[in-house]
């Protein structure tokens, strides 16, 4: 089935990092602090250059080293572990011959982090789009429609998996059918903007989904 696409954020929808985090971030801001409210929650979803675009555009070039330096530091402690039903939906995809794209906003620094941890989950991917190969954040669509592209496939031929606000927008802004996972967010907040929200992907109906991107 090469004709229809899997398009995947990484973080609380394939791995369980969400909670760290949010613990991480709420630590970067505390070492260096905005006027801005609940911050860990704003930028989910946003490559690491949008967020000190945005939030931290008044640190001089050797306080945002530091920043980078805190957070990359802070990340080499995260372990990582699948969420329930992703490393079966996964290998399920494969068996079905459908194309997969690994679509985070996660930097290479990450990226080798995870490589350590999870080495099997990339290469489970037909294809990678990371912060570094993109120029706008979600909840812009330039990483989906990336994705889209780099499988052969139309963008309304994918189904993209999110869990954040600016995803959930960046995959119906490429023309995807949007599956929100609930945990990182309330479903009803990520609801307007998905064709159908799931608590996880244990509880996906797979058959009803390849018939619903077969007939788009």
Known sequence: MKNIGALFDLDGVLIDSESEYTKIWSEVHRRFP?????????????????????????L???????????LHQLENQMTYEWLPGAEDFVEWLIKEDIPRALVTSSNNEKMQHL?????????????VVTADKITKSKPDP?????????LGLKPEHCVVFEDSLQGV??????????????????????AP???????SLTDLNRDDLINTLLMR
């Not at 001089?60 to 805190?70: H, S």
Request: with cysteine.
């Open 115 to 127: 490589r350590e941890q999870l080495p099997q989950l990339e290469k489970m991917m037909t294809t």
């Open 60 to 70: 001089d070039g050797k306080e945002e080293q530091r920043l980078r330096d805190t």
């Open 169 to 190: 927008k960046a995959g119906k802004a490429s023309g995807a059918y949007v599956i929100g996972v609930a945990g990182t967010l309330p479903a009803e907040t990520i």
């Open 142 to 150: 330039e990483g989906y429609l990336l994705a889209a592209k780099l």
């Open 193 to 199: 903007y998905c064709d159908v929200v799931v608590d």
């Open 34 to 58: 905005t006027d801005t409210v609940d911050l860990p929650k704003k930028i989910k979803g946003m490559t690491l250059d949008n967020i000190i675009r945005t939030y931290f555009s008044a």
